[in-house]
């Protein structure tokens, strides 16, 4: 769980200050671990059992203070889950709620590597479709290759009707509608 929530525990269950409470979480010793990648907001961290460390406790523990927390990267996980777990690299940002750059956010580039690294995504090939990121399985549902490729299919066949949509009726310009 989340530091602030276990600070808050404490403090309530042996009567002493948040300030102290966060001290003593600050030092914590095994068995209890924080989690290497900073991916909460506010300096928080994400502690953990040695012994549940990749359980689906740990990982349903870590989604829920991701969303409860508001963190970009839970916010990119929802993303991911709600377009069935795949998206080619080039939506990412999109789905991701990040910016490519804008001042004191983060970029989506760096959401992904730190999503990569903490394990919670993946980057792959996939075919003619190109760089993809997926959701890591062991974790999450994904929808499979084939489902992906239709889904891709079926919404540049509708971006494309509301392309010709906007043009016919003049809510454009002709040649400039992306």
């Given amino acids: 769980m989340r530091s602030s929530r276990i600070a808050a525990e404490i403090s309530k269950n042996f009567g002493i200050t948040n300030d102290t409470a966060k001290k003593r979480i600050s030092r914590v010793k095994p068995p209890v671990y924080k989690f290497p990648i900073q991916l909460l907001p506010k300096g928080e961290t994400f502690l953990y059992l040695e012994k549940d460390r990749n359980s689906d406790r740990f990982w349903e523990g870590m989604i829920r203070d ?45 959401v992904l590597e730190n999503l990569i690294e903490a394990s919670l995504v993946k980057k792959s090939e996939i075919g003619e479709l190109g760089e993809c990121i997926s959701l890591n399985q062991n974790i999450f549902p994904v929808m499979s290759i084939p489902e992906f490729r239709a889904q891709i299919v079926a919404e540049n066949l509708i971006l494309d009707a509301f392309r010709e949509w906007v043009r016919n009726l003049g809510f454009a310009s002709f040649n400039l509608v992306e």
Avoid: H, T, W
Avoid at 66 to 89: C, M, P, T
């Fill in 66 to 110: 991701l969303r409860e927390a508001g963190s970009i990267y839970g916010i990119a996980i929802d993303g991911l889950l709600s377009r069935g777990g795949v998206v080619q690299i080039s939506s990412f940002g999109v789905i991701s709620g990040s910016p490519e750059v804008q001042k004191n956010q983060i970029p989506f580039l760096r």
